[in-house]
């Protein structure tokens, strides 16, 4: 594409009347730049951008957009804005061909519920024989095939690439999960959504957004955004739990149609006579559709919450409830998610991504409405993240469990007994037991649990990994914990 024919997609934004030249790719890391590249110098959190300009014009970069004069002078087009991760967005949509116009685009945000919901809704689609993509914390699909992805709502060049790898395999409704950060930065401006889901707003990442009404703003980017982007021919939709008060003011901000669904208010897909099983969940669905049984083989009111989300995707959706029932009913879980471990073992053990204080309240609370024996909660908090949860996850666990251990979660650059510590701070003069080390916590709560007792190991989920420092080192619940089993068993 011509570098003046992409440009326009700025309108007034970025004039530039010089030298035009042919663009063959868009990049903002001058490592992936190739001949005719245009390189998009952004100022991150930790690098300038603009610091590796020359790199990317040695390395055949064709133009460069930049908030600011290079240091250099380079023979290639330079165009200063205001704004280049704004920018960014804008042009690889442009560059691209509007991707996100040639399929169905679900957007997903809320503070707990994204991947398992985007899950949820992919199962349905399927079963709805639509070809699907999805995007999220877990990994990219398109259709089947995997892609490894570092953030939950990739950069806007990295996500406009993968919308048009989903166009070119014929996507009919992709799936995404939309994070907070990427609302604020504008990762998904140029994204034109067709359904935006909300699933919940409690305490998290207070670290990047300051305070929870920014927190709610951040949010509300894909609501009010929503309706009024692009010339349309089919409608838009919200789909808001109405049980959560965010819903009234996200409603307020949204020029789409409004679908709600909920359990304890009163809203168009809600939820009756729920029954809570370790096995799973069952409950009378009520749609503007009919009334219909529903068993899930997940458990726990938030499972409904997610399933309740899904359903209202799919009714606005156009694909019938029946259908959307049983996909729902063939889902075992996803992975990580409330993931039972079973070596043999009379106790259980159950691996969950409950990271935040609401959804370790909800994983407990669950736990309580089955558990025949004592319970047991390994919980630690990330580092390099929000440090206000830390003593209210810890004061949770304590509430909740008759045996709590604190260990480490991806303690990245902090130290890891400091994070303790401030978990510490949360449950002074209450019962528990710290041990750093995950895999001996882990051990030392197999090693101590009777039959029937239910062990909870919290906060990393599907992970793989333990973040140490610089370092990476392999590391699974699952298999840590079946490890621990077998070699009590022995
Ligand atoms: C705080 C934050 O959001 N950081 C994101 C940000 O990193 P950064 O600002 O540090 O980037 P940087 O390293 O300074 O680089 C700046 C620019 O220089 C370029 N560069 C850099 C180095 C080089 O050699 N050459 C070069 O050209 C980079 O490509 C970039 O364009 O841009 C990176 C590239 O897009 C992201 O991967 C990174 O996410 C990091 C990994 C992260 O942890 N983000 C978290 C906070 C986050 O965004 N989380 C949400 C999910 C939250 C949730 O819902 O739970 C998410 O959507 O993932
Ligand atoms: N609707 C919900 N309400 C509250 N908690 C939930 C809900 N759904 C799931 N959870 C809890 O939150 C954890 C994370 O769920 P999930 O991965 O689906 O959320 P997420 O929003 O994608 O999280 P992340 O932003 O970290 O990727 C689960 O393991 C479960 O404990
Ligand atoms: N998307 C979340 C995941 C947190 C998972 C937890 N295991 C941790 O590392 O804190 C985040 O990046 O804050």
């Known amino acids: 594409m011509q570098l003046k024919k992409l440009l326009k997609s700025l309108g007034p934004y970025a004039l530039y009347n010089g030298k035009d030249a042919e663009i063959t790719s868009i990049e903002n890391d001058n490592r992936k730049v190739v001949q005719g590249s245009l390189f998009i110098c952004i100022k991150g959190f930790t690098v300038d951008g603009h610091d590796f300009a020359q790199k990317a014009f040695e ?4 133009a460069i957009l930049a908030e600011r004069e290079l240091a250099a002078e380079l023979p290639i087009p330079v165009i200063i804005v205001k704004d280049t991760k704004k920018a960014s967005s804008i042009l690889a949509d442009a560059f691209y061909d509007h991707p996100t116009q040639k399929f169905n685009l679900i957007g997903i945000t809320g503070t707990n519920g994204k991947t398992t919901t985007s899950h949820l809704i992919e199962t ?3 079963k709805a024989n ?3 993509g999805i995007i999220g914390t877990m990994y990219t699909k398109i259709d089947n095939e995997i892609q490894e992805t570092k953030n939950t709502t990739p950069e806007a060049v990295t996500l406009q690439k993968i919308f048009h790898q989903m166009a070119e395999k014929k996507v009919e409704t992709a799936v995404m999960e939309v994070s907070s950060h990427a609302l604020s930065e504008g990762r998904v401006f140029g994204c034109d959504y067709d359904i935006a889901v909300f699933t919940n707003l409690t305490q998290d990442h207070l670290d990047f957004h300051g305070t929870m009404d920014e927190y709610r703003r951040a949010k509300g980017l894909l609501f009010t ?3 009024n982007v692009y010339s349309q021919e089919a409608p838009k939709f919200a789909v808001l739990n109405k049980d959560d008060a965010a819903s009234e003011e996200y409603e307020k901000l949204t020029a789409a149609i409004v679908v709600t669904y909920g359990i304890d208010k009163e809203a168009d897909i809600m939820a009756k006579d729920i029954h809570i099983t370790s096995a799973g969940t069952e409950f009378q669905l009520i749609t503007p559709a009919g009334r219909f049984p529903v068993a ?15 359903i209202a995707a799919a009714f606005v959706s156009g694909i019938p409830m029946e259908t959307a029932i049983t996909a729902l009913e063939s889902v075992k879980g996803v992975s990580g998610r409330f993931e039972t471990v079973d070596a043999g073992q009379d106790f259980s053990v159950i691996v969950d991504y409950s990271h935040t204080p609401d959804s370790l309240e909800n994983a407990l609370v669950t736990i309580k409405e089955f558990a025949e024996g004592d319970i047991h909660v390994i919980v630690g908090c990330g580092g390099d993240r929000d440090k206000t949860k830390r003593p209210l996850m810890a004061d949770i666990a304590c509430k909740y469990a008759k045996h709590a251990i604190f260990t480490s979660d991806n303690p990245r650059s902090e130290d890891p007994l400091q994070i303790l510590k401030d978990m ?6 209450k019962e528990y037991k710290v041990i750093a080390d995950r895999k001996e916590a882990i051990e030392y709560a197999v090693k101590n649990a009777n039959a029937n007792d239910v062990i909870l190991i919290a906060g990393k989920g599907h992970e793989t990994y333990q973040q140490v420092g610089a370092q990476t080192f392999d590391f699974d619940d699952r298999l840590v914990a079946r490890e621990a089993i077998l070699g009590v068993k022995k």
């Open 124 to 126: 349905i689609l399927q």
């Open 59 to 62: 390395a055949g970069a064709a």
């Open 296 to 310: 899930l083989k997940m458990v726990g009111k938030f499972s409904v919450y997610n399933a309740l989300a899904s």
């Open 130 to 132: 639509k070809k699907t």
């Open 225 to 227: 955004r929503l309706g």
């Open 424 to 429: 510490e701070a949360g449950v002074v003069g």
